[in-house]
């Protein structure tokens, strides 16, 4: 099955930088149905720049323009790079993949890791 391990994380000051990374080497589609996802404890996990099922990416709200989202098919990775990062983002941080059906991405059926924490003060 699919593994995916994050790394990256970490405490920065507001104005800082992080760059997250996702080592997926079972998943072998290029930008399609990957992505990253935050939670908060006691609230449900919610996305924060994915790559659907037409190869496009996809920022929320607040984070775009800051975060950056790519994939190295050939080093089997995923990279959220982050900047001028703000107290909001703090959070834990999740990659995800699920293989794509058709034009859907069903996420509620994706592969997780087990995440990294970012806390921005």
């Known amino acids: 099955h699919v593994q995916l391990v994050e790394s990256g994380g970490g405490s920065v000051q507001s104005g800082g930088s992080l760059t997250l990374s996702c080592f997926a080497p079972?998943?072998?589609?290029?930008?399609?149905?990957m992505g990253w996802f935050r939670q908060d404890p006691g609230k449900e996990r919610d996305w924060v720049a994915i790559?659907?099922?037409?190869?496009?990416?996809t920022y929320r709200g607040g984070v775009k323009g800051r975060f950056t989202l790519s994939q190295d098919h050939a080093k089997n990775t995923l990279t959220l790079e982050m900047h001028d990062l703000k107290p909001e983002d703090t959070a834990m941080y999740y990659c995800?993949?699920?293989?794509?059906?058709?034009?859907?991405?069903?996420?509620?059926?994706?592969?997780w890791g087990q995440g990294t924490q970012v806390t921005v003060s």
């Open positions: 995800g993949a699920v293989q794509p059906e058709g034009s859907l991405c069903r996420w509620t059926g994706a592969y």
């Open positions: 790559y659907g099922s037409r190869g496009i990416a």
């Open positions: 079972g998943y072998t589609y290029t930008r399609t149905c």
